[in-house]
Structure formats: C-alpha cells, structure tokens
C-alpha cells in the first residue's frame, strides 16, 4: 500500500524533512501504482501532516513537529522492529500525566451513577482477566477511557481518540506491570466514588507513576534504545 510505504518512509527518516519529493508519474513508477492511487496517498499523508501540496513547490515533506502524532498509523509507522523510541515513550506517557490526574479529579465531582458503574466494570474485568494479557489490557483500556468519558466536559471527551491512541501505543511496557498496578487503579476507583477529588488526582498519579517508574527502570531503556517488542499486540494500559 503506497500510503503506507510512503508515510513509514518519512516517519522514520528515510526520506528527510524538506525534500520535495518526484513528481506524480515518478512516484507512481516507483511505487508501481496509478496516478490517481499517488494522489490519494498523498492526500492522506498531507491530513496527517507529513506532506504538504504548495503551487510552483510541490509536494515537500514537513518536520516532525507538524506530524499528527496521535494518529495510530502515524505511530505505527514509527513502530520499528524493537518498538518505539525511548524518547516518544515517554513523551507519550508525560502526555497522559498531564491529563489523566485532572479527568480523575474531575470525575470525582461530575461521575453519575452510571459512569461509576462503567468505571468499576472496567476494573472488575481488569482484575477478573488479569491472566490473560489481552482481555486485562482491554479492559484496562476502557477502564481509563470511561473516567475521561466521567468528567463530562465535552472537550475532555474529545481526547478519547488521542488517549485511546496513547494507551495502544505503550503496550510493550505495561504487559509485564499489569498485576502490581491493579491496587492503584483500584484506589483511583475508591477516590471517585467517594467524591474525593484530589485522592483521585493522586492515585491516577500513583498509577501513571507506577508505569513511568517501569519504563525508566528498564535496562532497555536505560542504554537509551528502543523497548524489546513484545508478543501481545495492539492494547494497553
């Protein structure tokens, strides 16, 4: 698929930021692909931000810091064969810190019953499927979507995708802390439901601290390359 040959390219730097790249028939020969499959490819990766189309330009491609990095392909192009950059880890993780903390407080004060009950769903699968790497790790997922969902604040709500994207992307290092997490999330389930919103503010940090102190502790990580690729795929914590 040319879209994703070419996205995958730029993502990990095989053609730089700045080139313009061939014009429309010369990438359809070398792609081997009509000219009308070129054009949508590009199309795409200009929403994604890794191109952009001026007149008299052409098509040049753009620095990193224009990329829609929350998109999944995107990420998944930058997915190498040992995982993601130790930098863009925990870039990702610093990103869930700064929002997963305030949803919880937030959910302390706003949760209907009918959140909390979404909530403690989501944990009761989490500890129920906890040997079984894929259903834990799902419910773990909806676990911390359904408190951004409680904070009832349409704005919060729309970083659903992002968070979702975040969450799919570090399972290489929350696959092996599953377990010793749960009392945290459970705490953060406490907090919430006792309407208590700075002891939720803490224990989502405890839990994100949790996962951050894994990451920052491993010998992979530690000699500053990627994180070793693990077997479960597509979901995390």
Do not use: C
Not at 138 to 153: E, G, S, W, Y
Request: no cysteine.
């Amino acid at each position: 698929m040319m879209v994703a040959a070419l996205g995958a390219a730029i993502v990990r730097g095989e053609i730089a930021s700045g080139t313009v790249l061939p014009a429309e028939p010369d990438l359809a020969e070398r792609y081997g692909v009509g000219r009308s499959v070129v054009r949508e490819a590009v199309k795409t990766l200009v929403a994604k931000g890794l191109l952009t189309v001026r007149p008299r330009h052409g098509t040049q491609v753009r620095p990193q810091h224009d990329w829609t990095l929350l998109d999944r392909e995107v990420l998944g192009w930058m997915r190498s064969e040992d995982g993601l950059d130790r930098g863009l880890l925990l870039a990702l993780e610093e990103t869930r810190e700064i929002i997963e903390p305030e949803a919880a407080a937030l959910a302390a004060t706003r949760a209907t019953p009918a959140d909390l009950a979404r909530i403690r769903a989501a944990l009761s699968e989490m500890e129920i499927g906890q040997d079984d790497p894929q259903a834990a790790i799902a419910a773990d997922k909806r676990f911390h979507l359904a408190i951004l969902d409680a904070t009832n604040n349409p704005i919060l709500r729309s970083f659903r995708g992002a968070i979702d994207t975040i969450l799919s992307a570090m399972f290489d290092f929350t696959v092996d802390v599953f377990a010793g997490n749960l009392a945290n999330h459970a705490a953060v389930v406490d907090a919430i439901a006792a309407g208590e919103p700075e002891q939720a503010r803490q224990a989502m940090q405890q839990v994100l601290g949790y996962t951050r102190g894994h990451m920052l502790s491993s010998s992979v990580l530690a000699d500053g390359a990627s994180p070793n690729k693990k077997t479960v795929s597509g979901e995390t914590r």
